[in-house]
């Protein structure tokens, strides 16, 4: 059997022990499904809101970017043609092609600026929304832990989650022990 076999089957092994070592104790387990809570609690969604709103300010400033890339592009090509116009003297070719020059080196700037703008505000909307879902979770993990404490539950297992082989780690779980909705209500309580 793979490390990974082994690894999962260590940890069904002990979440069995914490079962029985939690029922012999005469403590009980609840179960929550954190995906759900997450997604349903309001703050979730405000998080969301603010992401998006933040990520179409990137995409408004980018567009932004990019057109101006495409004029110099444009007037690039213009002042290149111009430079191999026979119809003009040699001055105002030379004059053209040193105009090109200027431009081409205006639209590498331009590039190196743009790929720079997106890798930052890429990265920042990246750490914002780690953060912002780091303080979500702590919020949730917080109430499950009161709720858990004024109901009298020894431990919550999240069964929201997939095995390493892709199967739900908790395949059954009874609703007398399934706190999702207690926990969801707690956390949405007076959002509206």
Known sequence: MSSRGNRMRLAGLLMLGMGTAVQAAGLSLAFVD?????????????????LKEQADKFTEQRDELVQKLQDLRKEFN??????????????????????AEKLLVQIREEE?????????????????GRR???????????????YARTEGFAAVLDYSGDSMNGVPVVL???RSVDITD??????????E
């Open 78 to 99: 213009q002042a290149r043609t111009a430079a191999q116009d026979g119809s003009l003297s040699a001055e105002a070719r030379r004059a053209k092609q040193d105009e």
């Open 172 to 174: 059954y779980v009874h």
């Open 132 to 146: 912002m879902r780091n303080r979500i979770v702590e919020q949730i993990r917080e109430a499950v832990e009161d």
């Open 182 to 191: 207690e926990v969801i209500e707690l956390l949405n309580k007076g959002s």
């Open 112 to 128: 190196s600026n743009l790929r720079e703008f997106e890798q930052t505000r890429q990265k920042q909307l990246t750490d914002q």
């Open 34 to 50: 954190m995906d759900r809570v997450f997604s349903e609690y309001y703050r979730t969604k405000l998080a969301d809101a603010q």
